[in-house]
């Protein structure tokens, strides 16, 4: 049987056939569960263009899974079918395999309404729809979020029906993520300090200051709620890229006369901004912190190729498929140089000011870079010649990595 973790980037659901099932919030889509007079406000999971999706099912045979995608209007249309990028299994008796797809968000699923189907055989798991378009101006304004996430303490999350194997998704740092109407205007910092009373003054033993924010999520589904609620639980729970804990529950309410919900979740930093701590004669320590995401990287290097010191040097990035544009000032030995995981595929232009085609002087490679406990391959894009001439006055010029 085949299942689809609450915790994969789109919600899939197994439907129900009336009346031999009841529905429930599992075996029917949103846009087809009634509660009464109540209104159903059609969703749409919106996802960037060109975004690159990694989907995951869990099953315990190893039979072959097709994913298909399809839009609806103005007839149903089949955009591709997928093939399993990779497979991995668990156990000796009772064995789960776990089946891996990744699926690029291009041209063909532009401003689509679109469903995926995940089919084993005679089971068939149907998604939620998702729409894909330039969300560009809504996360400039502030009204959509990314969120990214991973459970790294335990490879695999252990609730029933919910697993995710994350050892198998190297190539994205180990992570999987999706996009949400959220807005984080409130602050929710946490200050505290640990005071020694003296009899003639005090002493901070201990002090550290948490920046945090209170993420509102706008009307959405019951499922994006438990979506949420759910990756926030999580060991690496980002929100445009910052790492955040969620101190209390999720807090959903009912949106008006409908069937979608508000909620709230009080997040804060990970790490400390601030930290003041009193000696007293007790030795420091240098606390290590992993570094639990791939990478990408912008900037200028001096060989060609260049060495993974040397791209790592550069302005890091976390990964993410997306057109990358760079301010820089020539300086004199120096070639320009962009470095992203080698899943995201090629390249389609590398343009001086949004103008000039640059590619032709760039020279691809590849290498296996190191990140935390994983290897990923890299693609390196490296102009071929080393910069002869830098003008007098300096002139900031701008280059843009187009996927």
């Given at each position: 049987?085949?299942?689809?973790?609450?915790?994969?980037?789109?919600?899939?659901?197994?439907?129900?056939?009336?009346?031999?099932?009841?529905?429930?919030?599992?075996?029917?889509?949103?846009?087809?569960?009634?509660?009464?007079?109540?209104?159903?406000?059609?969703?749409?999971?919106?996802?960037?263009?060109?975004?690159?999706?990694?989907?995951?099912?869990?099953?315990?045979?190893?039979?072959?899974?097709?994913?298909?995608?399809?839009?609806?209007?103005?007839?149903?249309?089949?955009?591709?079918?997928?093939?399993?990028?990779?497979?991995?299994?668990?156990?000796?008796?009772?064995?789960?395999?776990?089946?891996?797809?990744?699926?690029?968000?291009?041209?063909?699923?532009?401003?689509?309404?679109?469903?995926?189907?995940?089919?084993?055989?005679?089971d068939v798991?149907?998604?939620?729809?998702?729409?894909?378009?330039?969300?560009?101006?809504?996360?400039?304004?502030?009204?959509?979020?990314?969120?990214?996430?991973?459970?790294?303490?335990?490879?695999?999350?252990?609730?029933?029906?919910?697993?995710?194997?994350?050892?198998?998704?190297?190539?994205?740092?180990?992570?999987?993520?999706?996009?949400?109407?959220?807005?984080?205007?409130?602050?929710?910092?946490?200050?505290?300090?640990?005071?020694?009373?003296?009899?003639?003054?005090?002493?901070?033993?201990?002090?550290?200051?948490?920046?945090?924010?209170?993420?509102?999520?706008?009307?959405?589904?019951?499922?994006?709620?438990?979506?949420?609620?759910?990756?926030?639980?999580?060991?690496?729970?980002?929100?445009?890229?910052?790492?955040?804990?969620?101190?209390?529950?999720?807090?959903?309410?009912?949106?008006?006369?409908?069937?979608?919900?508000?909620?709230?979740?009080?997040?804060?930093?990970?790490?400390?901004?601030?930290?003041?701590?009193?000696?007293?004669?007790?030795?420091?320590?240098?606390?290590?912190?992993?570094?639990?995401?791939?990478?990408m990287y912008?900037?200028?290097?001096?060989?060609?190729?260049?060495?993974?010191?040397?791209?790592?040097?550069?302005?890091?990035?976390?990964?993410?498929?997306?057109?990358?544009?760079?301010?820089?000032?020539?300086?004199?030995?120096t070639r320009?140089?962009?470095?992203?995981?080698?899943?995201?595929?090629?390249?389609?232009?590398?343009?001086?000011?949004?103008?000039?085609?640059?590619?032709?002087?760039?020279?691809?490679?590849?290498?296996?870079?190191?990140?935390?406990?994983?290897?990923?391959?890299?693609?390196?894009?490296?102009?071929?010649?080393?910069?002869?001439?830098?003008?007098?006055?300096?002139?900031?010029?701008?280059?843009?990595?187009?996927?």
């Open positions: 049987m085949i299942s689809s973790s609450i915790l994969n980037s789109v919600t899939f659901k197994k439907l129900a056939t009336y009346p031999t099932e009841f529905p429930n919030m599992w075996n029917t889509l949103h846009a087809d569960r009634k509660h009464s007079n109540n209104l159903i406000i059609p969703y749409f999971q919106k996802f960037n263009k060109n975004h690159v999706l990694y989907l995951q099912f869990e099953s315990d045979t190893d039979a072959t899974i097709t994913l298909k995608s399809f839009y609806k209007l103005p007839i149903i249309t089949q955009i591709e079918s997928i093939s399993a990028g990779y497979t991995s299994h668990y156990g000796s008796t009772n064995m789960r395999y776990y089946t891996n797809f990744v699926v690029t968000l291009d041209s063909d699923y532009f401003d689509k309404h679109i469903y995926f189907t995940a089919i084993q055989g005679s798991l149907t998604s939620e729809p998702v729409l894909v378009t330039d969300l560009t101006e809504q996360i400039n304004k502030g009204t959509i979020k990314y969120i990214k996430y991973s459970n790294l303490d335990r490879i695999e999350s252990d609730l029933d029906n919910r697993f995710i194997d994350w050892s198998v998704l190297a190539n994205t740092g180990n992570y999987l993520d999706f996009y949400i109407e959220a807005m984080d205007v409130e602050v929710n910092d946490i200050d505290k300090s640990e005071v020694l009373e003296g009899s003639q003054s005090n002493t901070i033993l201990s002090a550290s200051y948490y920046t945090g924010k209170v993420l509102k999520i706008a009307a959405v589904p019951d499922y994006m709620i438990a979506k949420i609620g759910m990756v926030s639980n999580l060991d690496l729970f980002t929100v445009n890229s910052i790492q955040y804990i969620k101190k209390s529950e999720i807090d959903p309410t009912l949106f008006g006369n409908s069937t979608s919900f508000q909620a709230t979740l009080k997040l804060s930093q990970k790490n400390a901004i601030g930290i003041n701590v009193d000696n007293l004669g007790i030795i420091e320590s240098n606390p290590i912190i992993p570094d639990i995401t791939t990478k912008v900037g200028a290097v001096t060989n060609n190729p260049p060495y993974e010191s040397e791209v790592k040097a550069m302005t890091e990035l976390l990964a993410v498929k997306e057109d990358t544009t760079i301010q820089y000032y020539n300086e004199l030995g320009n140089c962009f470095a992203y995981p080698a899943s995201f595929g090629e390249l389609s232009s590398i343009l001086m000011w949004n103008v000039y085609d640059l590619m032709s002087a760039f020279e691809k490679t590849q290498a296996t870079f190191t990140f935390g406990s994983n290897s990923v391959l890299m693609n390196i894009y490296t102009f071929v010649c080393p910069i002869t001439y830098a003008p007098e006055p300096a002139t900031l010029l701008t280059l843009t990595y187009k996927f």
